[in-house]
């Protein structure tokens, strides 16, 4: 049976849960026909540009030739086999771009399902490695305040605890180790007592703390802030010297976002553990991955398990391998160098001067990420019909109004983003004052 969109949509909201609603007073949701390039192309009509890159992964724009035409030739070979026992062309050209693309060292490659599957194979390394090293234990994990690591429970377990809202989950979430988020910014002057907190926690905790999970230089959906590279650097060393290991989840910030292809590159660092997701495929199906170091990689197989602990059903998904392989192509290809650094110089010289408003608290912007913190929380409902009248798919959380576009967006395109934040932040009615 067809169905009229707005039957589409009203059946939507009657039964369909989104990302963080509420199936009470859900918020209305538009319908997509159909994305090109860095256009959502909405059953109502409008043609909106995607300012969020569908939450950091459509790095490459929709309906990129290239990505299709991986797939489908992989699709008339097989679009799926089980990876215990079998592999595949597509996985193994996949772990070796990967391991010639990330910081030195990481050469291991476990392929996983979605972001928060690859949070959590991360820590269930790093607490197999402690364990194998005949230290039990060091079972828990250290963190820092306002991160975001994904919605599964060990994960959730390094979240920020407030947003995360950690108190619903008592007696089933691990209480982990939580030091203060770091305060000074990305460009700001460096002050050692930045590490107190961090210093405090390695230093009572240490013999309880199997990893320092965090998210390099970019704290994501845990406030969008971007903190100093000393911050980064002084955790490696703390780690070396507690026989901690340093997992980097670099889910949102991998794959040239922040400027580097990864963002430990800013502190010249290595972790022992990294973490990839979102823009992995381009935005084109779901897969992550977890690396680690040879190290890391031989004393979990030495341990009383033999083997590492994880293996799903999907694991490897050679589809999704496909796409990944012509993502990190087009990713060279493109230069996304020189797309990111032009994105970063528009993205200063059109959303800086906003800083002056009096809505706005603060702006900030690092590789293709610009953020604009208002002084009050937005109504959201609100905001985004606004948004979609300017033309634009931009969704605020909280008080926080930013974008990662596409790499590939035009100046034009970005501008028509930029305005539309200028505006937005001009209407007071739009607040929750
Ligand atoms: C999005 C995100 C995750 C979770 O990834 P999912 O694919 O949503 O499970 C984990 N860590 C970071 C830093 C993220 O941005």
């Known amino acids: 049976m067809v169905k009229k969109y707005t039957e589409i949509l009203t059946y939507d909201q009657e039964h369909l849960w989104h990302p963080y609603t509420s199936m009470a007073t859900p918020l ?17 009509g409008e043609k909106i540009i995607d300012g969020m890159s569908s939450w950091w992964s459509v790095v490459h724009g929709y309906n990129h030739p290239a990505l299709n035409d991986a797939m489908k030739v992989q699709i008339d070979k097989f679009s799926h086999v089980m990876f215990g026992g079998l592999t595949h062309q597509p996985a193994v050209d996949l772990a070796e771009k990967l391991i010639n693309l990330t910081p030195a060292g990481l050469n291991k490659v476990f392929l996983a399902d979605s972001g928060s599957v690859a949070v959590e194979v991360a820590i269930k390394m790093a607490i197999q490695y402690q364990h194998s090293k005949n230290k039990p234990a060091k079972n828990r994990l250290l963190t820092i305040k306002n991160g975001y690591h994904g919605d599964t429970f060990a994960a959730m377990s390094v979240c920020d605890p407030v947003n995360g809202m950690h108190q619903l989950f008592s007696g089933f979430i691990t209480e982990n180790y939580f030091a203060d988020a770091p305060q000074i910014g990305f460009n700001q002057t460096w002050h050692e007592s930045e590490l107190d907190s961090i210093k405090q926690q390695f230093n009572d905790n240490h013999q309880h703390i199997a990893a320092l999970i965090l998210e390099p230089i970019v704290q994501g959906a845990g406030g969008m802030r971007f903190y100093h ?4 650097k002084a955790c ?7 026989d901690v290991l340093l997992i980097a989840d670099e889910i949102a910030t991998g794959f040239g976002r922040s400027g580097k292809l990864f963002a430990c590159e800013h502190a010249g660092i290595s972790p022992d553990i990294l973490c990839l997701g979102k823009a992995l495929t381009g935005g084109y199906l ?5 690396l680690c170091t040879e190290h890391v990689a031989t ?3 030495e341990g009383e398990a033999g083997v590492f602990m994880h293996g799903p059903t999907f694991m490897g998904n050679p589809l999704a391998c496909a796409a990944a392989n012509a993502s990190l192509d087009l990713l ?3 230069d996304w160098q020189s797309q990111v650094s032009n994105i970063e110089a528009q993205l200063k010289t059109e959303l800086l001067p906003l800083a002056t408003n009096r809505n706005v608290e603060n702006v900030r912007v690092l590789g293709a990420i610009g953020v604009i913190e208002a002084k009050y929380s937005v109504n959201m409902a609100n905001i985004q019909k606004k ?11 909280g008080k926080l ?11 034009d395109e970005l501008y028509k983003l930029t305005t539309a934040m200028a505006k937005i932040i001009d209407c007071d009615d739009l607040f929750n004052k």
């Open 28 to 44: 209305p949701s538009y319908l997509v026909e159909h994305a090109e390039g860095v256009y959502l192309h909405l059953s109502s």
């Open 229 to 232: 590279p000393e911050f980064l």
């Open 236 to 242: 490696r060393e703390l780690c070396d010297q507690y």
């Open 286 to 290: 779901t897969l992550a991955a977890t």
């Open 299 to 301: 004393i979990i197989s």
């Open 332 to 334: 060279v290809n493109n």
């Open 387 to 397: 948004f979609v009248e300017l033309g634009v798919w931009i969704r605020p959380f």
């Open 401 to 411: 109004i930013y974008i990662m576009p596409p790499f590939v967006i035009s100046r």
